[in-house]
Nanobody, 122 residues
């Protein structure tokens, strides 16, 4: 079992930055691929970024590549999403999730956090 709790969301102006954190419980955290997804009002949940458990390979959606950075600290059971150069279209609820597979497909993620709201004003 893995429990995930996101934090760090908020309101920011376009061009600003936020760092999201996802704290995980469970002794096997380091063996999971961790992903970030987001869901805007009226839209489907979409993949944002993932990081594998070892050696920490990362992969990003084209829409955030070069602006967002995913990282993890296994000793702290925490994964981060540093978001720079934010745009109004980044406004969404952001979720972290854990999977035993290296995947970007949301249906392959077994554990999910409750989400944190990110709002980018123009």
């Amino acid at each position: 079992q893995v429990q995930l709790v996101e934090s760090g969301g908020g309101l920011v102006q376009a061009g600003g930055s936020l760092r999201l954190s996802c704290a995980a419980s469970g002794r096997t955290f380091s063996t999971y691929t961790m992903g970030w997804f987001r869901q805007a009002p009226g839209k489907e949940r979409e993949f944002v970024a993932r990081i594998s458990w070892s050696p920490g390979n990362t992969y990003y959606a084209d829409s955030v590549k070069g602006r967002f950075t995913i990282s993890r600290e296994n000793v702290k059971n925490t994964v981060y999403l540093q978001m720079n150069s934010l745009k109004p279209e980044d406004t969404a609820v952001y979720y972290c999730a854990a999977s035993t597979r290296v995947t970007s497909e949301s249906q392959n993620y077994r554990y999910w956090g409750q989400g944190t709201q990110v709002t980018v004003s123009s």
